[in-house]
């Protein structure tokens, strides 16, 4: 199998990128096969998934929900399937599938799960500005949320140094 892995340094008030060579390592002793591909800024996920799509059997998204949502952006309509390190904030696509939360638990839970086919959102929407990937459409594999839902995931940016759900516990008691 070939891995593409598709860091996003910046999760978690950069507790990603500061993973960066556990992960290489923990692939190494594993004898996995990869190319390390490091996001830039918003949207950059998406773009990467879709360069190292056409070469890996999986792409691996390495941060939280947001690089999950770009990753998926970017896998669709390819053959490769996506895996997920969960080291995000929320983590609540990891969450929901079951992916452990140390880093070496879901990498041998990763490497030897059985690949699943998941269900994929379309949401439309018209505006006067393009959103950072320039278009007016989405896929989403976790949830959709507008009006509080939308308002809380924006706030948790300012509690992200509290890390995990302590971040988002936070955000709801600030958007209430």
């Known amino acids: 199998m070939r891995y593409a892995v598709v860091l996003n340094p910046a999760a978690q008030n950069g507790r990603a990128g500061r993973q960066r060579a556990a992960i290489e390592a923990a692939l190494r002793v594993e004898n996995v096969r990869f190319d390390l591909y490091v996001t830039e800024r918003p949207g950059h996920a998406t773009l990467l998934a879709q360069q190292a799509a056409p070469d890996a059997d999986v792409v691996l998204a390495v941060g939280g929900d947001g690089t999950v949502q770009e990753v998926v952006q970017g896998l669709h309509g390819s053959e490769a399937a996506l895996g997920v390190l969960p080291l ?37 929407w018209e505006d006067a500005t393009d959103d950072a990937l320039g278009g007016h459409e989405r896929l989403f594999a976790n949830c959709l949320g507008v009006g509080f839902d939308a308002l809380v995931a924006r706030n948790a940016r300012r509690f992200k140094r509290l890390g995990g759900r302590t971040a988002y516990h936070a955000a709801v008691f600030r958007t209430l």
Do not use: H
């Open 88 to 124: 995000g904030t929320g983590n609540d696509f990891a969450y929901a599938l079951g992916v452990p939360e140390t880093l070496w638990e879901a990498l041998q839970a990763l490497l030897t799960a059985p690949v699943r086919t998941i269900d994929l959102g379309r949401v439309y």
